[in-house]
C-alpha cells in the first residue's frame, strides 16, 4: 500500500556530504518501520537506518554510526538521510523501504528487512570519488 520514490544521489567527493530524501505515501501502516539501506557492489543488501511510524529517534547500522542522521517531517511526509564524511566505500545504490512492524523491536524490523522483506523505492546512486 506504501509507495516510496527516492532522491538527492549524486557524484561527490571524499569527505563530502548529501542528502538523500525518501517521499512516502499517505497510505502508511499503522504500525510500521521506515529505513534507509543500501546496497554496494558486489555486497548485500546493507541497513542504514530505521525508525517507526510512532517515534522520530533512529537507530542506526554499523556503517553509518557517526556519519549519517535519518529525519522525518511528518507535514511533507519525507524522510531524509544526511550523509557526511563520505568515503569511496559508500558508494551504491540507497533505497528506502518500510514493513509492517508488528510486536518485533525496531532492531528485529531492521534485520528482517536488511534480508529484504519489505515495500521499497526505485533507489538513488550515490558516487563518492576524486
Known amino acids: 500500500q506504501v509507495q516510496l520514490v527516492e532522491s538527492g544521489g549524486g557524484s561527490v567527493h571524499p569527505g563530502g556530504s548529501l542528502r538523500l530524501s525518501c517521499v512516502v505515501s499517505?497510505?502508511?501502516?499503522?504500525?510500521?518501520?521506515i529505513g534507509w539501506f543500501r546496497e554496494l557492489p558486489g555486497k548485500d543488501l546493507e541497513a542504514l537506518s530505521c525508525l517507526t511510524s510512532g517515534a522520530d529517534d533512529p537507530i542506526y547500522g554499523e556503517s553509518a554510526k557517526g556519519r549519517f542522521t535519518t529525519t522525518r517531517d511528518r507535514v511533507t511526509n519525507v524522510v531524509y538521510l544526511q550523509m557526511n564524511n563520505l568515503k569511496p566505500e559508500d558508494t551504491g545504490v540507497y533505497y528506502c523501504g518500510t514493513m509492517p512492524m508488528g510486536s518485533i523491536t525496531l532492531r528485529e524490523a531492521m534485520a528482517e528487512m536488511e534480508k529484504g522483506t519489505g515495500s521499497w523505492g526505485q533507489g538513488t546512486h550515490v558516487t563518492v570519488s576524486t
Open positions: 499517505r497510505h502508511f501502516y499503522t504500525y510500521s518501520v
